[in-house]
């Protein structure tokens, strides 16, 4: 079956990096495209970033533009969120999600059960 | 960014009742919106896309309807499992947004 497992989370210190990592299994990675999707606690949910299949396209919310980058790795079948120059506004825990299958469907199918990110000093 | 508000932000239903969700998006998305059903301390899962195809394994007691701008979900008799927080998501433009949700309690 599909799974997606986050890990990486934790508690950091303003303007440090974390990296997140998602382990996937049950599916044929190099198929599909992946998602960070983050939810505050007690709020929404709120899109970060997106990869595609190959590695070639990467989309970004502007609030993370040019301090997060998604990756995926596909002999280890995992995708990666490397933060950097952290706010408390990260705060949230942190989703993968795989991208539904089908041209430009940028919806998501399947979830991970989250990884928690505090940036607190 | 497409804003997108979902109304009510609570809807207080008993079990057996029917369930009705808006989800209003500030420009056309055309038929490119999603649902998905949350429940404390799990994920989201992908209930309805496209606006109105059911996802793999959906009850269909669940159904998506709208385009353009205006969109519903409708549960069509409440579950007791159904009680939870539904959102919407569009995909016709970047940046890939999410409505505030909708809980659905308990009455």
């Known amino acids: 079956q599909v799974q997606l497992v986050e890990s990486g989370g934790g508690v950091v210190q303003p303007g440090r990096s974390l990296r997140l990592s998602c382990a996937a299994s049950g599916f044929t990675f190099s198929n599909y495209g992946f998602h960070w999707v983050r939810q505050a606690p007690g709020k929404g949910l709120e899109w970060v970033a997106y990869i595609s299949y190959d590695g070639s396209d990467e989309f970004y919310e502007d609030s993370v533009k040019g301090r997060f980058t998604i990756s995926r790795d596909s002999s280890k079948n995992t995708l990666y969120l490397q933060m950097n120059s952290l706010r408390a506004e990260d705060t949230a825990v942190y989703y993968c999600a795989r991208k539904y299958l089908g041209y430009n469907m940028y919806y998501f199918d399947y979830w991970g059960q989250g990884t928690l990110v505090t940036v607190s000093s | 960014e497409i804003v997108l508000t979902q109304s009510p932000a609570t809807l207080s239903l008993s079990p057996g009742e029917r369930a009705t969700l808006s989800c209003r998006a500030s420009?056309?998305?055309?038929?490119?919106l999603a649902w998905y059903q949350q429940k404390p301390g799990q994920p989201p899962r992908l209930l309805i896309y496209e606006a109105s195809n059911r996802a793999t394994d959906i009850p269909a007691r669940f159904s998506g309807s709208g385009s353009g701008t205006d969109f519903s979900l409708t549960i069509s008799s409440l579950e007791p499992e159904d009680f939870a927080v539904y959102y919407c998501?569009?995909?016709?433009?970047?940046?890939?947004?999410f409505g505030g949700g909708t809980t659905v309690e308990i009455k």
């Open positions: 420009q056309s998305v055309s038929s490119s």
């Open positions: 998501q569009q995909r016709g433009n970047w940046p890939l947004t």
